[in-house]
Each structure stands twice: as structure tokens, then as C-alpha cells.
């Protein structure tokens, strides 16, 4: 996809123009710390620290969920499910040679989702390669996706990253809830998506109840080891895809109709993602 193309806002402001900050109070030692011992954490949206204008990117990131397709691989009869997918690549001392750590969040060509791991034991979902409908471009350019990749790559622990460059799958997901049909958020049951880490960040919900975020033990799945409702946007969960399973409640609508809408974002080693690959 061509960010220069129509659909992108002439006056759109790049991250790296404009530094919008988005930061968090926790420290991000702790974070990677809990994620680490545990395989997972929970970053409440009260940690999230952001300025003027990149909360009015937020907003705008909640508003293009409008414009998401239904999901072409899920039948409506299981579930009604909204999306949009890219890919981005985190690159380390791309643009700075005085700081050679540097994190650098850039748009790379579009390629059908599939999970990096492929092993038994997947998610029936996550084996097969899905070309989902494509991040709009003001969708890749906006900061606060840029932003979030960014802090939540941080959270990684420390020893996983040695400069290879990651690979960070960004879907958007509606899930719709209906009086007569319950929206399923984890269709495919209690699982593992395959990656080395993911975050699910809640944008929105409304007139729903149910849709609990839970974390299971891969030894047992008598009860969770985890769970709690991501209830506010921002609202964020990260996981060690290789650590816990995970999966969520049904949505029950508290009035005729409910969606929840969350942003996904898997982060994985990747020595294939070269600059060849950014978008221009």
C-alpha cells in the first residue's frame, strides 16, 4: 500500500514531525519484569500518559473502526467479526547515529496474516495464511498506533532483543453482539496465536457486558490463572504467546446490539523484515 495515496489525509502529521508522546508511569522494567515471571501483564489505562495531540490521535483511531470489513474468513453464523490488518517493522538505530538503540516504527508491504509458528497446537485460525482487508493508510501513518507498538516493544524483556529487527502484526477487530446472537471475542476457544508476544489494547465498548480477558496455564485449563475485563480504552493486556494460553468470555449485549473493539498487536523476532520493506 502506497501511504501517498488518496485516502490519506494531505495534512496527516507524521510521528517523526510532530513528536506526539504517549508514555507510560509504570516503569517499563517492572512491566517487562512481570511479563517475563508470569507471561503476561496487565497496564491499566490510568498509566498511559498522553499529550494533546496524541490523544486527539486516539480519537481518531477509535473512529476508524467505522470503517472496517467484515472479516472474510468468519462465518456469520459463528460470529460477526470486523477488521483490518498490516505489518510494521521495528528497526534499532535506523534514523539516529548518535543513539544507536533508537527505536524506529515504520509501515512495511502488506503480506496475508499468518503466525509465525506453525507447530501442533495452534489455533486452527492462526495456521492457514488470511489476506484481511488492509490498515486504511491514515491507520499506519497515525501516531498513536506508532506510539503503542513502540512502548509496548519496550516491555519486551530485554534479553530477547539483540538489534534483529521485529515484526509487529497490528489487527483491528470489531466483534458485534446481538439480542438474539452473543458475540463470540475468541472464537476458537482457549489457544495460543503462535507469536512471541502480543498485546490486546481495548479502544471501545458499548452497550455489551461480558468479553473477560483470561489467562490459562498451558498445563491446565481448570481454571485461569487470570482474569479481568478490559473495560477502558487503553486498557491493555500483554502476553508471552510462548508462555499462557489465553482466550475471553462471550460478549452478551446489554441493549439489541454491542461491539467491542480492540487493537492487537503481535511482536515477533524477525532477521526477514529489511528496510526494503518499508512503504513509501
Known amino acids: ?48 500518559v498522553l499529550s494533546p495531540s496524541m490523544q ?5 483511531l477509535q473512529e476508524s473502526f467505522e470503517n472496517l470489513e467484515q472479516d472474510p474468513f468468519m462465518d456469520t453464523e459463528t460470529v460477526w467479526r470486523l477488521r483490518r490488518f498490516g505489518r510494521f517493522g521495528i528497526f534499532t538505530g535506523l534514523e539516529s547515529d548518535e543513539d544507536p ?19 501442533d497446537g495452534l489455533s486452527e485460525f492462526n495456521v492457514v495464511p488470511r489476506a484481511f482487508p488492509e490498515l486504511e493508510a491514515a491507520t499506519y501513518e497515525n501516531a498513536c498506533v506508532r506510539a503503542l507498538i513502540k512502548e509496548l516493544f519496550a516491555a519486551i524483556p530485554q534479553e ?26 475468541t472464537p476458537e476457544g482457549i489457544h495460543e496465536d503462535g507469536h512471541d508476544f502480543f498485546a490486546i489494547v481495548m479502544m471501545q465498548r458499548k452497550n455489551i457486558e461480558g468479553a ?3 489467562i490459562w496455564s498451558k498445563d491446565q485449563q481448570e481454571n485461569p490463572l487470570f482474569e479481568q ?28 446490539i454491542g461491539y467491542r473493539d480492540v487493537l492487537i498487536i503481535s511482536m515477533d523476532k524477525n532477521p526477514e523484515i529489511s528496510t526494503d520493506l518499508i512503504q513509501k
Open 160 to 185: 530477547k532483543k539483540d538489534g534483529t529487527p521485529w515484526e509487529a502484526k497490528v489487527h483491528q477487530v470489531r466483534v458485534l453482539s446481538f439480542a438474539d446472537k452473543n458475540g463470540k471475542a
Open 212 to 214: 473477560m480477558s483470561r
Open 56 to 60: 486527539e490521535d486516539l480519537s481518531a
Open 1 to 48: 500500500m502506497n501511504l501517498n495515496n488518496e485516502s490519506s489525509s494531505a495534512n496527516m502529521k507524521t510521528p517523526e514531525a510532530s513528536q506526539p508522546e504517549l508514555t507510560l508511569k509504570k516503569e517499563i522494567q517492572m512491566i517487562s519484569d512481570d511479563v517475563q515471571s508470569k507471561g503476561f501483564t496487565v497496564i491499566g489505562n490510568q498509566e498511559f
Open 101 to 119: 538503540d533508537a527505536i524506529s516504527i515504520k509501515p512495511i508491504e502488506y503480506a496475508p496474516y499468518q503466525s509465525k509458528y506453525l507447530e
Open 229 to 256: 475485563t478490559l473495560a477502558e480504552p487503553l486498557d491493555t493486556l500483554l502476553v508471552h504467546d510462548r508462555k499462557v494460553l489465553h482466550d475471553a468470555t462471550a460478549m452478551e449485549p446489554a441493549e439489541n
